[in-house]
Every structure is written in C-alpha cells, then in structure tokens.
C-alpha cells in the first residue's frame, strides 16, 4: 500500500485544441484542411461542455486540473485581443475554483495562430515579442486566482515534430531550423518566467510557480553493445535533458512539469547522425504490454526521470502520464503501476508534488485524429455525451485518501 502526501495535487490533463472545439483561427485547424488531415472540428465540445466536465472532476475526487488557454481565441489578428475570450478562460479558472479544483494554466500547447505561423512562426524575428504579449494579456487578466503558469508544452516534441521530422505544421525538415526554433522557444520561456513573475510582484500577488512541461521517454538500449548504449545515452541526455538544462542556467523554473508515457527502444542501423539520433528497434526484442498507439508501457522509466530530475534541485508535478486504449482494465494498471513508481522515487528523495492524468476526455490526438482514447471519462464524438469509465473510479479513490491499495492488476 502506497500512501501519497496529503497536499499532494490530483487530476487531469487537457489541452485547449484537443477538446474544446472550433478552434478555427488556428495553424492546425487551416493544416487539417490544407492537407486532407481529420478534422479536429467541434472535437469534445469542451468550450461549451466546460462547466459539466469540471462537475465529473469534482465527482472523481480532482483536486486539481490542468488546461491550456487557445492563443488564436484570445488574439485572432495580431494586436488585437478579445476580451469576451479572455474573459471565458476567467469563467473557467473560476468554475474550477468554485470545485475546489487547482488550475495549472498551459500558455503554448503545440498551437499557434494563423496569422503567427504565417508571419514565419517561431522562426521569424519577433516571435517571441509576439509569443510575450500574447503571454501578457492572458497571465494579467488570470493571474488573480492562478498560481501554477506552464509557458510551453513539451518544446522537444513540438519543434522535432515541426521543424525536424516534418510531421506536424509547418511541415519543415532542417534540422537548422529546428534549432533555431528551439533556441526561440529557450528565449521565449526564459522571458515569460521573468514577465509572469514581473506581473505578480506589480499586482502583489503571491509568488507564482512558473514552468514548462517537458516530454520525457526512457531511452533503452536494445543490445548491450556500444553504439546501442551510445545513442541512448546521447538521446536521454539531449530529448529529456537538453532543454531543461538550457532553461536551469538562467534559473527560470520554480517546478519541473513532467510528461511521461512510453520508452524508447534504441537501436541505430549504422553510426551515422540520423541514425543515432532516432532508429529504434523493429524487431521487438523486449517485448512490452503496448497503448493502442503500440508505445511500450514501462512505468519503471518514470521512476528513473524523477529521481534524475532531482540534479535541479525543483519540485516536479507529474503534468501528463496516460494511455490510450480500448482494455480500460489495463488503463487502471497502466496508473497503478506508474503511481506506483512515483511513490518509489518519492521514497528515495524525489520531490514530487501532483499526477495528472492525460486526460480527463478522450479527444483529438493531434495528427492521430480522434481514434485513440485516453480519456478517464469516454466521449462519443456524435451525441457528445460523456462516460465514465471504471478506471476513473478507482483513480478517484486514490485522489480521495491518497492511498493505493494492493490489488491484482492487469
Ligand atoms: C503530448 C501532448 C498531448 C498528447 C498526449 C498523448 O504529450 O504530446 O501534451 O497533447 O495528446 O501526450 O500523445
């Protein structure tokens, strides 16, 4: 039986694109089109449905919950920010509160407006000016009941997707460009800490916790050979580390956001770049339960990420870990197994402060459409109508007493 703090924060995960629905001012929404994609469309309906997801939060014993404001909502034209949108991510915040529900605000998650992506995105000059005002408005007319800012979602996965492996818009394959996309988002997070805190003293409000969430995976090698070993330890110290380091130089994070599902099975074919930096084994030689998406669950890798992320010396919320899959039985051992791990690190001195499932509704799994299903509460795309799965119930009840039980799971 594991018995977790009791300040420790419980809950969810969502992003603004992902479940709300038309988003219609965004790079992806005109990507989705443009390129014969699925459709993200009126995806879960959330913008709408909010009050009602957040009532089946409260019910599943959340005490906290974590959401990204939609940049192309609030300022459609640059320059020109709505009020009305601002003021709905007010409603939110405050239908949230009124639950007993903790806020954690997602500033960027993988989305830009239209007319950002096409002044040149986040490789043009200014972008992070124009990332910062929009940051601005949004942080001022929040910052009242939020004490948790999270600048940018997952800056590997989003600028290696873009600008490296061409697979997400703008579609670019330089990996000059995604270096210099990265460098930007560094800049841009570094600026925001400094603004969000800038704002909080100016409005005597109490210190906020301000972060990124950064995608970690368990890089592991297949064979015990050098070049295996090598190019895991080259990718764990790059992916996981890499940008996480660039931003502790500057000390602008006051927690580690930390977004985990899967491991990476290394096995490059030859030594050249490409290959050390992304072949993987095909020939399933450590085979794994797998999420329909055919990621190896390895809940043992976040123990490990945890008790590494301890060289910065930051509390970390575990801001993303779920799966997606149809057996809602092994949905419940995925979360047993990796609270469990977490449980494991936090005995051996990693100070982790709250788990957020991805997520609370299955919704649109970016250029994977609607199919895979990672929510604790179901969705069907055609009444909108919501269930919720077993899985949530018994999270619920580790969210209620902070206790995980011993039980059989899958
Ligand atoms: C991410 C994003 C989420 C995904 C989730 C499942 O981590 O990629 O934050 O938007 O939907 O991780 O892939």
Same mark, same amino acid.
């Given at each position: 039986?594991?018995?977790?703090?009791?300040?420790?924060?419980?809950?969810?995960?969502?992003?603004?694109?992902?479940?709300?629905?038309?988003?219609?001012?965004?790079? @992806?929404?005109?990507?989705?089109?443009?390129?014969?994609?699925?459709? #993200?469309?009126?995806?879960?309906?959330?913008?709408?449905?909010?009050? *009602?997801?957040?009532?089946?939060?409260?019910?599943?014993?959340?005490?906290?919950?974590?959401?990204?404001?939609?940049?192309?909502?609030?300022?459609?034209?640059?320059?020109?920010?709505?009020?009305?949108?601002?003021?709905?991510?007010?409603?939110?915040?405050?239908?949230?509160?009124?639950?007993?529900?903790?806020?954690?605000?997602?500033?960027?998650?993988?989305?830009?407006?239209?007319?950002?992506?096409?002044?040149?995105?986040?490789?043009? &000059?200014?972008?992070?000016?124009?990332?910062?005002? !929009?940051?601005?408005?949004?942080?001022?007319?929040?910052? &009242?009941?939020? *004490?948790?800012?999270?600048?940018?979602?997952?800056?590997?996965?989003?600028?290696?997707?873009?600008?490296?492996?061409?697979?997400?818009?703008?579609?670019?394959?330089?990996? %000059?460009?995604?270096? +210099?996309?990265?460098?930007? %988002?560094?800049?841009?997070?570094?600026?925001?800490?400094?603004?969000?805190?800038?704002?909080?003293?100016?409005?005597?409000?109490?210190?906020?916790?301000?972060?990124? +969430?950064? /995608?970690?995976?368990? !890089?592991?090698?297949?064979?015990?050979?050098?070049?295996?070993?090598?190019?895991? !330890?080259? *990718?764990?110290?790059?992916?996981?580390?890499?940008?996480?380091?660039?931003? +502790?130089?500057?000390?602008?994070?006051?927690?580690?956001?930390?977004? !985990?599902?899967? *491991?990476?099975?290394?096995?490059?074919?030859?030594?050249?770049?490409?290959?050390?930096?992304?072949?993987?084994?095909?020939?399933?030689?450590?085979?794994?339960?797998?999420? #329909?998406?055919?990621?190896?669950?390895?809940?043992?890798?976040?123990?490990?990420?945890?008790?590494?992320?301890?060289?910065?010396?930051?509390?970390?919320?575990?801001?993303?870990?779920?799966?997606?899959?149809?057996?809602?039985?092994?949905?419940?051992?995925?979360?047993?197994?990796?609270?469990?791990?977490?449980?494991?690190?936090?005995?051996?001195?990693?100070?982790?402060?709250? /788990?957020?499932? @991805?997520?609370?509704?299955?919704?649109?799994?970016?250029?994977?459409?609607?199919?895979?299903?990672?929510?604790?509460?179901?969705?069907?795309?055609?009444? /909108?109508?919501?269930?919720?799965?077993?899985?949530? &119930?018994?999270?619920?009840?580790?969210?209620?007493?902070?206790?995980?039980?011993?039980?059989?799971?899958?």
């Amino acid at each position: 039986m594991e018995t977790f703090p009791k300040d420790f924060l419980w809950g969810a995960a969502t992003s603004a694109y992902q479940v709300e629905g038309d988003n219609v001012g965004a790079d @992806w929404w005109a990507w989705e089109k443009d390129t014969g994609k699925e459709r #993200s469309g009126r995806a879960c309906r959330h913008y709408e449905l909010y009050e *009602r997801d957040f009532d089946l939060a409260q019910s599943l014993n959340h005490n906290a919950h974590r959401f990204s404001t939609e940049w192309s909502r609030i300022e459609p034209e640059e320059g020109i920010f709505v009020e009305q949108e601002l003021k709905h991510y007010v409603d939110v915040i405050r239908c949230l509160r009124s639950r007993h529900i903790e806020p954690l605000v997602t500033l960027h998650h993988f989305t830009n407006p239209l007319w950002f992506a096409r002044s040149g995105g986040w490789l043009a &000059k200014g972008c992070v000016e124009r990332f910062l005002q !929009y940051a601005d408005r949004v942080v001022r007319a929040l910052a &009242k009941d939020v *004490r948790y800012w999270i600048t940018v979602n997952e800056p590997t996965i989003y600028f290696s997707h873009s600008y490296l492996f061409g697979a997400w818009p703008p579609q670019q394959r330089s990996f %000059l460009r995604m270096k +210099a996309v990265e460098q930007h %988002l560094i800049t841009a997070h570094i600026q925001a800490y400094g603004l969000i805190h800038k704002i909080y003293k100016e409005l005597r409000l109490p210190e906020p916790c301000v972060g990124i +969430a950064q /995608y970690t995976q368990a !890089y592991i090698p297949c064979r015990a050979c050098f070049r295996d070993k090598m190019a895991a !330890y080259l *990718r764990d110290k790059l992916y996981n580390f890499g940008f996480l380091d660039a931003i +502790a130089r500057h000390s602008a994070m006051d927690f580690i956001g930390v977004n !985990y599902y899967t *491991r990476q099975v290394v096995e490059p074919k030859n030594w050249g770049l490409a290959s050390l930096a992304m072949d993987v084994c095909k020939k399933n030689h450590r085979p794994a339960q797998k999420n #329909s998406l055919d990621w190896d669950i390895y809940p043992e890798g976040l123990e490990d990420i945890l008790l590494r992320l301890k060289k910065y010396d930051r509390p970390a919320i575990v801001t993303e870990n779920g799966i997606c899959t149809d057996d809602d039985a092994l949905r419940w051992g995925y979360i047993r197994k990796h609270l469990k791990h977490i449980h494991r690190a936090m005995g051996q001195g990693a100070d982790v402060r709250g /788990y957020l499932y @991805w997520s609370l509704l299955d919704n649109f799994e970016w250029d994977k459409g609607f199919g895979p299903r990672f929510g604790l509460v179901g969705v069907d795309y055609n009444t /909108y109508e919501r269930s919720v799965r077993d899985s949530a &119930k018994k999270f619920a009840q580790v969210c209620k007493t902070g206790v995980l039980e011993d039980c059989e799971i899958k």
